[in-house]
């Protein structure tokens, strides 16, 4: 799985994005502070095939992210608009 550290860390976790969450992030217009900002305040939270899901209203509009916690990383799989 290639992945990327972003220097960020929420809660003791670093903050980890696969290649595909990349790909689909650039591909939806999605930046990394929105990923943050739904990491850190989101507004809805959930588990979903084994995976943590967050929603977080930004901009009117909402912002899903899909990741899996191990004991250091949150390794983000992706991230996507839900359009109101």
Do not use: P
């Not at 977080?56 to 390794?75: A, H, L, Q």
């Amino acid at each position: 799985m290639d992945v990327i550290l972003v220097n960020f860390k929420w809660k003791k976790y670093n903050v980890v994005f696969t290649k595909h969450a990349l790909e689909r992030m650039k591909s939806r217009g999605i930046t990394f502070y929105d990923v943050k900002n739904s990491i850190e305040n989101f507004d809805k939270h959930y588990k979903s095939y084994w995976k943590d899901v967050v929603e977080k209203e930004i901009d009117f509009n909402i912002i899903r992210t899909v990741f899996s916690i191990n004991s250091d990383n949150i390794i983000l799989i992706t991230s996507m608009f839900l359009w109101k």
